[in-house]
């Protein structure tokens, strides 16, 4: 059986299966990164989303996770797009 290991994802971002199961989550928090991303979908800013984790997250690493999140769009977007 394979063991899954922590894997860093830039800076801010983490997904370690000793901690939340290995969902996202941003590195020393406890906090998923998909709750900032659906905070930013519900129209949230900085500060609420600052407020909401508080204030543990840095709006460098909220900014991140958006620009991850883009580009898994992205490519996944591309992979379709190649293969129609």
């Not at 590195?27 to 990164?33: A, E, P, Q, S």
């Not at 979908?41 to 997250?57: C, Q």
Request: glycine share 8%.
């Amino acid at each position: 059986m394979k063991t899954r290991k922590r894997i860093e994802f830039g800076e801010y971002l983490v997904s370690d299966p000793e901690i939340c199961g290995g969902e996202w989550t941003f590195k020393g928090t406890r906090l998923f990164v998909k709750d900032a991303l659906d905070m930013l979908a519900d129209g949230y800013d900085w500060e609420r989303i600052n407020y909401a984790l508080d204030g543990r997250v840095s709006q460098q690493a909220v900014a991140e996770a958006v620009a991850l999140a883009r580009q898994a769009l992205t490519e996944k977007s591309e992979k379709k797009r190649r293969a129609a």
